[in-house]
T-cell receptor, first 116, second 116 residues
Framework: GNSVTQMEGPVTLSEEAFLTINCTYTATGYPSLFWYVQYPGEGLQLLLKATKADDKGSNKGFEATYRKETTSFHLEKGSVQVSDSAVYFCALSEDAGGTSYGKLTFGQGTILTVHP | GAVVSQHPSRVICKSGTSVKIECRSLDFQATTMFWYRQFPKQSLMLMATSNEGSKATYEQGVEKDKFLINHASLTLSTLTVTSAHPEDSSFYIC????????????FGPGTRLTVL
């Protein structure tokens, strides 16, 4: 079956530090990959997505590249801000097109705390 | 973006009682809604998928008689936890997918259920 594994947190950084949150996956087909963010007291929001190998998703300074050869989709940001403090979830869906059409399989989530 | 609400945000009940959680799409019609369960420091686990006007499809291991799902309209789905027990205490999250072109899932803020 499908599975997603994220690096364990929590991750604590100082403002303007570089962020990497690792995510690897196993899937039987050709999944679309997603990063969701959950700010305190709010629901999950789609941060970025990639639908095929070598695609790069980007949003709000965050980036992730779909690496089929390493089955990875690591999240990066060059300079984090205090407002980036949240829980980040990596997820996959095997439906084509990256539309979150079908079932999502989530990683366990990584708590990020950014200090001033 | 599209907004999904959940009510209540927190509920505490006695063992043996039933609890109803509502999930509403506020500004779009949701042909499909998903119900997830999240344990502390763990991933979101899909419980069931509900389509408007039809029976919900439950994931393996989820008791359909325990977790009753009703998707009576294009803007409302309800999850009823029947005869709740302390092990049902968890964070329940819904998501809704519209009938428009993107078919992206939009998540509610979650409901914290505590069974005493």
């Amino acid at each position: 079956g499908n599975s997603v594994t994220q690096m364990e947190g929590p991750v604590t950084l100082s403002e303007e530090a570089f962020l990497t949150i690792n995510c690897t996956y196993t899937a039987t087909g050709y999944p679309s990959l997603f990063w969701y963010v959950q700010y305190p007291g709010e629901g999950l929001q789609l941060l970025l997505k990639a639908t095929k190998a070598d695609d790069k998703g980007s949003n709000k300074g965050f980036e992730a590249t779909y690496r089929k050869e390493t089955t990875s989709f690591h999240l990066e940001k060059g300079s984090v801000q205090v407002s980036d403090s949240a829980v980040y979830f990596c997820a996959l869906s095997e439906d084509a097109g990256g539309t979150s059409y079908g079932k999502l399989t989530f990683g366990q989530g990584t708590i990020l705390t950014v200090h001033p | 973006g599209a907004v999904v609400s959940q009510h209540p945000s927190r509920v505490i009940c006695k063992s043996g009682t039933s609890v109803k959680i509502e999930c509403r799409s506020l500004d779009f019609q949701a042909t499909t809604m998903f119900w997830y369960r999240q344990f502390p420091k763990q991933s979101l686990m899909l419980m069931a998928t509900s389509n408007e006007g039809s029976k919900a499809t439950y994931e393996q291991g989820v008791e359909k008689d325990k977790f009753l799902i009703n998707h009576a309209s294009l803007t409302l789905s309800t999850l009823t936890v029947t005869s709740a027990h302390p092990e049902d205490s968890s964070f329940y999250i819904c998501s809704a997918r519209g009938s428009g072109g993107s078919n992206e899932q939009f998540f509610g803020p979650g409901t914290r259920l505590t069974v005493l």
